[in-house]
């Protein structure tokens, strides 16, 4: 397997609007057919944090989510961004959620096969 390589920069502002595709799936025939949305360009994060600065200049908590699905199904896409925003990020609560390779892939990583 190659060598994570370094991510291209950028001068401006990133846009940020469309949400990163899903990793693939374990498929197997009758499983539902795959969405459009997975691709293996999939390590992404979705960060929702507030929009000001605390009052008291305190930092804000973190919550990190992970997804569910046995390393087999999952992706964080199955978490609206609005909840993200509105639970959370309005709430001085910084969220944070990744995705990770799952399926044959996930498990060479995680299990070292």
């Given at each position: 397997m190659p060598k994570p390589q370094e991510p291209?920069?950028?001068k401006n502002i990133k846009d940020t609007t469309e949400r990163a595709p899903a990793c693939f799936p374990f498929v197997k025939k009758g499983m539902?057919?795959?969405?459009?949305d997975h691709s293996e360009d999939c390590l992404?994060?979705?960060i929702a944090t507030p929009a000001w600065e605390s009052d008291d200049g305190q930092l804000y908590p973190v919550l990190v989510f992970i997804?569910?699905?046995?390393y087999q199904t999952g992706t964080v896409r199955e978490i609206p961004e609005e909840a993200m925003a509105?639970?959370?990020a309005k709430n001085n609560i910084v969220f944070v959620a990744f995705q990770y390779r799952i399926g044959q892939?996930?498990?060479?990583?995680?299990?070292?096969?």
């Open positions: 291209k920069k950028w539902m057919a795959l969405e459009k992404y994060m979705d997804h569910g699905g046995g509105k639970k959370y892939l996930g498990k060479k990583i995680f299990f070292n096969i």
